[in-house]
């Protein structure tokens, strides 16, 4: 089984600052998946970023970058220049043999002008 | 890209009656179909699989003959909430894998309130 953890239910960031946002997870698979989704006011799910666990790069995806920790089960979000559209709730989820996804808490993320 | 077009995006019943969300994959064929329903400002949570052609496999605590599943073919699944009641109120979010490449497609989500 497979568990995903965030340990932050709000952040708040300044238009044009730059914020990490925090994942940890669980698994005893070795062929896994990890993907952070953004969840606007409309509920529909919008892909952010999808990191392979056998890349040792970490993906990027214009301003939005990861930092994975592989050993340490870590896969934080960095969202750059942070623009008032970015405010959403924020899920880190991941999908191993089973091909479910498997989703954080989640991280309510507010964009101040 | 991949598209699952989910309907109704909102939905009203009354109590003891039954409803149907449809998720149909627009552009590709959807041979698991992923059922989640999500409290507000919750996460999602995972009711049921379904893969074309069988029967869903459903999450522990969640009831088979409450939340009937069909996947009949290979571009349309549906859930059924049947004998709903004001506890079943929620959104309801289908989500497919999208073939070739390990990824997800999800609905726009059903709001059901039962009054």
């Known amino acids: 089984a497979q568990t995903v953890t965030q340990s932050q239910p709000e952040m708040s960031v300044q238009e044009a600052e730059t914020v990490t946002l925090s994942c940890t997870y669980d698994?005893?698979?070795?062929?896994?998946?990890l993907f952070w989704y953004k969840q606007p006011p409309s509920r529909q799910m919008i892909l952010v970023i999808r990191?392979?666990?056998?890349?040792?790069q970490n993906a990027t995806e214009n301003r939005f970058s990861v930092n994975f920790q592989k050993a340490a089960k870590s896969f934080s979000l960095k969202i750059s220049d942070s623009q008032l559209g970015d405010a959403a709730m924020y899920f880190c989820?991941?999908?191993?043999?089973?091909?479910?996804?498997?989703f954080g808490s989640g991280t309510q993320l507010t964009v101040l002008p | 890209g991949a598209v699952v077009s989910q309907h109704p995006s909102r939905v009203i019943c009354k109590s003891g009656t039954s409803v149907k969300i449809e998720c149909r994959s627009l552009?590709?064929?959807?041979?698991?179909m992923f059922w989640y329903r999500q409290f507000p400002k919750q996460s999602l949570m995972l009711m049921a699989t379904?893969?074309?052609?069988?029967?869903?496999?459903?999450e522990q605590g969640v009831e088979k003959d409450k939340f009937l599943i069909n996947h009949a073919s290979l571009t349309l699944s549906t859930l059924t909430v049947t004998s709903a009641h004001p506890e079943d109120s929620s959104f309801y979010i289908c989500?497919?894998?999208?073939?070739?490449?390990?990824?997800?497609?999800f609905g726009s989500g059903t709001r059901l309130t039962v009054v």
């Open positions: 989820a991941s999908s191993g043999s089973a091909r479910q996804l498997t």
């Open positions: 698994t005893s698979e070795s062929d896994y998946y």
């Open positions: 990191q392979e666990a056998y890349k040792q």
């Open positions: 552009d590709f064929q959807a041979t698991t």
């Open positions: 379904s893969n074309e052609g069988s029967k869903a496999t459903y």
């Open positions: 989500s497919a894998r999208t073939q070739g490449v390990h990824g997800y497609t």
